[in-house]
């Protein structure tokens, strides 16, 4: 496929106008319309309606709008690198990778004390799930990935180098005018008649495990598609939500928190790869150890090294990450 039609394709969803698109992108209105009907007929499904104000993308047409992006971004990448190495500039880009709650979180802050130290540093930053992350570090994607050891739990492989940053509390997350706002940590069985949302099988499962222990049950009502869908569901007083709690100084301002009584945690870890280490990945990696420890302090699992690739941590809830 041509990515010229892509990026008109991305630029119309984003713009939700054919004739804005086509200004920005210096076509005219029908060379774009035929450009998105091309694609239409390429995956042989409807990419985008029409309605008062323009157009937007069906539910088939953001999926792939969601990809597309993602394509189009590594392909400016790519052309930058090239260029680079064209014209003799040897600055690798350090590409990091981290699960969505930690990407919301220490890692923005970790990165700008790197820049603050490093100046200038040209860096991307990929959200993922832990083994997808895992995978891409394998791969060469990426230099280095935070993850959690959250259920299926991270793999043993000595191609990667693995460091325990601590352990993560999970929190329930509530409208700012929720009666246990504001209050010290609860039982989950205070909870039990609450409305709950979750965005992941994971993140659910853990929420029926920690209820269960205490004899009772969560109702999981409402299901969204993302963290942020999760945290609009509970913003606007329709549920409550378990979220990690490196996550808390991340949320926005209409929500808030309340710890739970003996809560369930998942491990954070960095990855790296053990060959051809980007030179900034070290500093970057103490970094995210301060980073962590500001947030969510907590002792290394009995047995677990700072570096130990040879056992995963020991056993903690986790959820597929929020």
Request: aromatic fraction near 2%; include cysteine.
């Amino acid at each position: 496929m041509d990515l010229t039609v892509w990026r008109a394709f991305v630029t119309v969803c984003r713009t939700g106008s054919l004739s804005a698109a086509a200004a920005e992108l210096h076509h005219t209105q029908s060379a774009v319309s035929r450009q998105i009907a091309g694609l239409e007929r390429q995956l042989g499904v409807l990419l985008v309606e029409r309605h008062a104000r323009g157009v937007r993308p069906t539910p088939a047409g953001e999926v792939f709008r969601r990809h597309a992006l993602a394509t189009l971004n590594e392909a400016d990448r790519a052309v930058r690198a090239v260029r680079d190495a064209r014209d003799g500039v040897c600055d690798r880009p350090l590409a990091i990778g981290a699960t969505p709650s930690l990407a919301a979180g220490i890692v923005p802050e970790a990165v700008r004390s790197l820049l603050q130290q490093a100046g200038s540093v040209r860096w991307s930053l990929l959200p993922g799930l832990s083994a997808q992350l895992h995978g891409r570090v394998v791969a060469g994607d990426l230099d280095l990935a935070v993850v959690t050891d959250a259920p299926p739990g991270l793999a043993v492989d000595p191609r990667v180098e693995r460091r325990f940053l601590g352990l993560d509390e999970m929190v329930v997350v509530l409208p700012v005018g929720h009666p246990l706002a504001g209050g010290g940590p609860v039982r989950i069985e205070a909870l039990a008649d609450q409305t709950w949302v979750e965005d992941n099988e994971g993140s659910a499962a853990l929420l029926g495990r920690h209820a269960a222990r205490a004899g009772v049950s969560a109702r999981i009502d409402l299901a969204a598609a993302d963290l942020p869908g999760k945290l609009a569901l509970v913003a606007t007083g329709h549920a409550i939500a378990l979220v990690p709690g490196a996550l808390t100084r991340a949320l926005r301002a209409d929500v808030t928190t309340v710890g739970l009584v003996d809560p369930p945690t998942r491990g954070v870890y960095t990855i790296t790869p053990r060959r051809d280490a980007h030179p900034r990945a070290a500093p970057l990696l103490e970094l995210l150890a301060a980073a962590f420890a500001s947030i969510r302090p907590a002792p290394a699992p009995p047995g677990s090294g700072t570096t130990d690739d040879q056992a995963a941590a020991q056993p903690h809830d986790g959820i597929t990450d929020a």
